[in-house]
């Protein structure tokens, strides 16, 4: 097992290092630099070749690889271009929102999916299956800006329950915080609900089809017992799967919807990075996000092999 | 276990909606929209019109400003004189400043940032203001001597622009994130991503704002400043993203829409050094092909005044020559045929991201192609546009909203991205920089207009308009945007 960790552990700093030189070097080749774009039309030449000293883009390219590589394994991202703050406050403030907002989505998603795709799986052909994967296909076709801006209408324009968007600061209290991350988290769990439904019914149906199920009824379970007791955890391997990728992707992915409810998270952060060509930023984040998505792909393996010996020589 | 989940996400739900409804009292704080935030707070450090839309007139102010006319007027300077060669400026400063930290104002501060701002190593994204400054003295602590090494009609109106105003040595190098000037608001906070708030300076030396507290929120997506309006969470969006939802702004009485004019000169920028542009009735037969009516309908929903040349129609010295450059097909090909182009050419045309440029541009490009011109056409992100538009000069059209004040000078700049180079309009713009009596100023400018309108430079298209939303009950904004500001002191809930 610790062989197996060590191996593990060696390939996630690989894949990191290959990670950062690609991300470096596509967003140097990008056109455009953040001095010219801060400093707009009217400036003069020496100007923008004062500011561009003045923000250290003079060093050549591969010692401020360098220098960028050896800062983040110290903790230091650097100094935003555009800012002037450092990089590592900036993702820490955005990353109050992002995170809680990824964290919130998926237990909504979780908690919707869960019933939903049990429910379809026992009553497999019956009306409550066929809604359920009705309702699935149509949560995983609606792009989830446009259901977005369905629940702001609704919810924030007709009824005025919720703000149309914003973020008053954690500080404002826990529960507006939560509330200004309701629509939001709905608005991304919702296609997530979606395919984690579909995997929790697909995945349960295999599991109930299996011997072991014959066995578990044939000694005197009912349905119900032997639902809860042996297939509902051998189906949630592939479930727990598809949690971990979600998490992923709803820290990464939600640049769209943040926009369209004006958080302040990670997503937006890229966003304006690259308009800026807050090269640093983005580099940063990005990065950031990389590592992120290694790690719980990492701890999934783990967790894998802990439950299952087998996988530890194959991997 | 369904049942707990169910209880669980019940009681989220409730929670939230508990915290919903305010309190309504009389209002003394106003939320303003606001579609770009600015990257810092320092006006002397960056061209970004979102830092002067936060903190010109509110938190900095500079020796004079503009008023909301676009006229200049005194601001931390109470008065001048101008010596009678036009070359000594004396101006005599308000008593009694204090900056927000408490600290005195002063010729000394007056002196620093004006020095500062026109040094070898400055970055201040507008230095050319400050090119006729010769020496800036400080005679006593209410007194300060500017010299120019020539005349310069324009130097008050230099020093009313956000790129000029006044910080104190102490806290300058905080500017970017927590500026202390002298205005009316102090800056309070800046939640970066989200909004900066301000607040009332008690202290302040001039009339006191009427608001409390000001929040600038910042919302790029369009759809989003539509129903932050709607919602209440936003009071005013002063310039609002998109001109399609005005009319539904227009018929709600909860709302005011406030048309007003800008300095923003949308043109066709034409490459005048690329082939075939360098051919005057080329640019004559683009002129004549292009309907600027329909572009205004099109891409601006109605809003927008025609130009026929690079001039603010509300300015005083404005004149028309939009008849010159008249929508005339059988012109525009008659044109094309005597300049040796009678079966057309292809070109590019660059677009950067604001919808005047987006839209407009697929109408020009329609337009273009009924005399045979095909423009092809690459959306460009404002950075990509700044490489290769701007200072690589590899075009042949863009579209482009010039949102600099009297800025006609660029003509006379050969190596400015358009590259027009006529030597009697450089001669002209120079001679207009020495010259202070107003009439024949005015009569240089009309000048001005005119040659460039009769060289076709560019497609003169029209003036930008400035579509804001407010909520009904507020008063005191500004209608028009002579620079690019938001400026709250006037402004007040009338409930």
């Known amino acids: 097992m610790i062989r197996f960790i060590a191996r593990r552990l060696l390939s996630l700093a690989l894949t990191l290092l290959i990670a950062s030189v690609i991300i470096f070097l596509a967003l140097e080749v990008v056109p455009g630099d953040p001095a010219s774009v801060m400093l707009g039309v009217n400036a003069q030449a020496d100007t923008v070749a004062a500011l561009k000293e003045e923000l250290g883009l003079n060093v050549a390219k591969p010692v401020r690889y360098l220098n960028w590589v050896t800062g983040m394994l110290t903790g230091d991202f650097g100094i935003s271009y555009t800012y002037r703050t450092p990089v590592r406050d900036m993702i820490a403030d955005r990353m109050v929102i992002s995170f809680p907002l990824a964290l919130y989505a998926l237990l909504l998603s979780t908690l919707i999916a869960f019933p939903a795709g049990i429910i379809a799986a026992t009553k497999r052909g019956a009306v409550a299956d066929l809604s359920v994967m009705g309702t699935t296909q149509l949560g995983i076709a609606i792009p989830n800006f446009w259901f977005a801006m369905i629940l702001v209408s609704l919810f924030a324009i007709k009824l005025q329950w919720f703000s149309a968007g914003g973020f008053p600061g954690w500080e404002a209290g826990f529960g507006a915080g939560i509330k200004a991350l309701t629509l939001p988290a709905i608005a991304l769990a919702l296609p997530q609900a979606s395919i984690l439904a579909r995997v929790m019914r697909s995945s349960l149906l295999d599991t109930l089809g299996e011997d072991f199920i014959r066995t578990a009824r044939a000694k005197g379970l009912t349905a119900r017992q032997a639902l809860w007791h042996h297939a509902l955890r051998n189906a949630l391997i592939p479930v727990l799967t598809i949690i971990g990728l979600q998490f992923s992707f709803l820290l990464a992915g939600a640049i769209i919807v943040e926009n369209v409810f004006y958080l302040p998270g990670l997503g937006r952060l890229i966003f304006q990075g690259i308009t800026q060509r807050d090269l640093i930023v983005v580099e940063s984040v990005v990065m950031l996000l990389v590592f992120a998505v290694v790690m719980v792909t990492f701890l999934v393996d783990i967790a894998y092999a802990a439950v299952d010996p087998r996988l530890r020589r194959r991997m | ?495």
Do not use: C
């Not at chain 2, 006006?43 to 019109?49: E, Y």
């Not at chain 2, 004079?64 to 009678?84: N, Q």
């Not at chain 2, 940032?113 to 994204?125: F, G, I, V």
């Not at chain 2, 009485?253 to 034409?270: A, C, D, H, K, M």
């Open chain 2, 1 to 495: 276990m369904f049942r707990r989940f169910s209880a669980v996400l019940f009681g989220l739900t409730i929670s939230a909606m508990a915290i919903s409804g305010g309190a309504q009292a009389a209002q003394t704080d106003i939320t303003i929209g606001m579609q770009l935030e600015p990257p810092n707070l320092d006006p002397t450090a960056g061209a970004a019109a979102a830092i002067d839309e936060v903190v010109y007139a509110n938190v900095f102010e500079g020796l004079t400003r503009f008023g909301s006319d676009g006229s200049v007027k005194p601001a931390l300077a109470e008065s001048w004189e101008i010596s009678d060669d036009g070359l000594t400026y004396t101006f005599k400063l308000q008593s009694g400043i204090t900056f927000h930290d408490g600290s005195e104002f002063n010729a000394e501060d007056v002196k620093f940032s004006l020095d500062r701002s026109r040094a070898e190593n400055s970055t201040n994204a507008q230095k050319q203001l400050f090119d006729s400054i010769d020496t800036i003295e400080v005679t006593d602590p209410e007194t300060v001597v500017i010299t120019l090494s020539a005349p310069n009609g324009a130097l008050l109106f230099n020093l009313a622009w956000g790129d000029a105003i006044v910080m104190s040595p102490d806290t300058f190098d905080m500017a970017k994130t927590a500026p202390v000037g002298t205005g009316p608001f102090k800056f309070s906070r800046w939640v970066q991503g989200d909004r900066i708030e301000l607040e009332k300076n008690p202290d302040y030396w001039g009339t006191a704002a009427k608001l409390d507290k000001v929040t600038f929120k910042f919302i790029s997506e369009p759809t989003a400043a539509f129903a932050a309006l709607m919602a209440g969470d936003v009071d005013a969006f002063p310039v609002y993203p998109a001109p399609e939802n005005l009319a539904q702004f227009e018929a709600d009485p909860r709302f005011s829409v406030v048309v007003g004019s800008t300095e923003g000169e949308t043109i066709l920028s034409t490459n005048n050094k690329q082939a075939p542009f360098d051919n005057k009735q080329v640019r004559q037969a683009v002129a004549h092909a292009i309907n600027r009516q329909e572009i205004i309908d099109g891409a601006m929903f109605g809003y927008g005044t025609p130009i026929g040349t690079h001039f603010a129609p509300h300015h005083p010295a404005y004149k028309d020559f939009t008849a010159d450059s008249a929508y005339d097909v059988e012109k525009a090909k008659a044109l094309l045929k005597e300049a040796g182009f009678e079966n057309g050419f292809k070109t590019t045309l660059k677009l950067p991201p604001p919808s005047y440029a987006r839209r407009g541009g697929e109408i020009i490009a329609a337009q273009l192609r009924q005399i045979g011109i095909e423009a092809e056409i690459s959306n460009l992100e404002w950075a990509q546009w700044l490489e290769q538009v701007f200072r690589g000069k590899d075009f042949g059209l863009t579209i482009v909203s010039h949102t600099e004040p009297m800025d006609i000078g660029i003509y006379a700049k050969p190596d400015y991205y358009f590259q027009y180079d006529n030597k009697d309009f450089q001669q002209l713009i120079s001679d207009l920089a020495l010259e202070t009596d107003e009439e024949r100023r005015t009569a240089m400018l009309q000048q001005a207009q005119e040659v460039i309108a009769g060289d076709y430079v560019n497609g003169y298209l029209f003036q930008l308009a400035k579509t804001g939303v407010a909520n009904a009950k507020i008063e005191g904004l500004w209608e028009n945007s002579p620079t690019q500001a938001n400026d709250m002191t006037e402004v007040f809930w009338n409930d």
